[in-house]
């Protein structure tokens, strides 16, 4: 009997090289300092925070910041802030505040080129104002309280991915929108997206534990589910030079998906009263049951092909990674004599970050990771994806 092929791993073990610790909330954003050994962190006590790497190799902060809480009547207005650091680091000055939300802002952007500060909240509103005038250029109620937001320069569309689990395309001008399509294909809240301006790709994570690849630009309408996570997927990043997604979750897992790859769509689940194999009836085909003098059986349907099974029809499972099963599922027995060795080799390599993700942060030009979770910390990682 020939020896089972091993897969090759597609990247190496991200290294721990240092943690951020001193926060008295979770943090719920942190970024890396383009050219600096150091860390901007936005933390759940409302602090905004500078790290500088020391002598000693630890991280201590050196800007400490709280941010104002502002009361209305029974509403609390949330604003958006805009500062400026000293070359230093060491001084942090206000420069003005965005009047932008009637509830909590889930996320925010700064387009350059555009000089616009693009922003969503739990009031299920988008906005974005002027960064040079602070004014506000206009607005779009979303279906839900939206936390993911992503911006394509060249074409001026903006992706927003709400609570609802639908992702909403606007077109911007100076002062106006116009809505563009929507997309629906996460069972739960959309809470990341991630854009890659370059192969035109959307991805959206989900609490339903997916990630969904829409592919904007080229195959319209075309819908890539990857499954990787065992719990909500809480944020993602992608690296463009290599064609790498990362995605990280509640669960505390890392994966970097290789998107370099030729992935094919899942197929729709077939509905039918019968097994398509056997033709043995399910339990709701009291016509057939009847008839036959059978018991019915319960549905299930191949992940490979779609067709609705019944257990003895499907009793095996697989790994199906060019559809975005890294993890087994179940598949029908025709299904899983087909797949052959090379078909399950993986496109995903996993690490565990032992703390529970709320944000990343990937700097391709030192290969550094950024994670921060809710147990307070950050963690720097030497993330090298070739």
């Not at 009361?71 to 505040?97: Q, W």
């Not at 689990?165 to 629906?184: A, P, R, Y």
């Not at 299904?335 to 032992?354: G, L, Q, V, W, Y």
């Not at 942060?361 to 290969?367: I, L, N, P």
């Amino acid at each position: 009997m020939a020896a089972e092929i091993q897969p090759k791993a597609l990247t190496r073990k991200p290294v721990l090289l240092s943690k951020v610790e001193g926060s008295q909330d979770v943090v719920s954003m942190a970024a890396i300092v383009p050219k600096e050994d150091g860390v901007i962190s936005v933390s759940e006590d409302r602090t905004v925070r500078v790290w500088l790497k020391r002598e000693s190799g630890q991280y201590w902060p050196s800007i400490y910041h709280a941010m104002p809480c502002k009361y209305f009547g029974m509403f609390i207005l949330y604003c958006v802030f805009e500062f400026i650091l000293s070359e230093d680091y060491n001084k942090m000055t206000p420069v003005k505040s965005y009047q932008a939300h009637q509830g909590r802002v889930m996320m925010i952007l700064f387009v350059l080129e555009m000089e616009w500060v693009l922003s969503t909240g739990q009031d299920k509103q988008f906005t974005w104002h002027c960064s040079e005038s602070g004014q506000r250029l206009g607005g779009y109620r979303t279906s839900a309280g939206a936390c993911g937001l992503q911006f394509d320069v060249e074409t001026r569309h903006v992706f927003i991915g709400d609570h609802s689990g639908q992702v909403t395309i606007l077109k911007l001008e100076q002062e106006n929108c116009s809505l563009v399509t929507t997309f629906k294909g996460h069972t739960g809240g959309v809470t990341a997206l991630c854009w890659d301006p370059v192969q035109r790709v959307l991805f959206s994570g989900s609490s339903d534990h997916s990630i969904i690849m829409w592919d904007i630009g080229g195959r319209k309408g075309t819908a890539i589910e990857l499954q990787g996570h065992n719990d909500k997927v809480q944020c993602l990043s992608y690296a463009p030079h290599t064609r790498q997604l990362i995605s990280c979750g509640a669960d505390g897992g890392i994966v970097i998906w290789n998107m370099d790859v030729e992935r094919q769509e899942t197929p729709e689940w077939l509905d039918s009263d019968s097994c398509q194999k056997c033709d043995q009836p399910f339990f709701w085909n009291f016509k057939q049951m009847w008839d036959s003098k059978k018991i019915g059986l319960r549905q299930h349907h191949c992940r490979k092909c779609g067709k609705a099974v019944c257990g003895k029809c499907s009793s095996k499972r697989s790994s199906i990674p060019l559809m975005g099963f890294e993890f087994e599922v179940r598949v029908c027995d025709s299904c899983h004599e087909s797949i052959t060795d090379e078909e399950r080799a993986p496109t995903a390599t996993f690490h565990d970050s032992k703390h529970n993700i709320v944000h990343v942060h990937f700097d391709a030009t030192r290969g550094w990771l950024l994670t921060s979770g809710t147990d307070k910390i950050i963690k720097v990682r030497l993330r090298r994806l070739l």
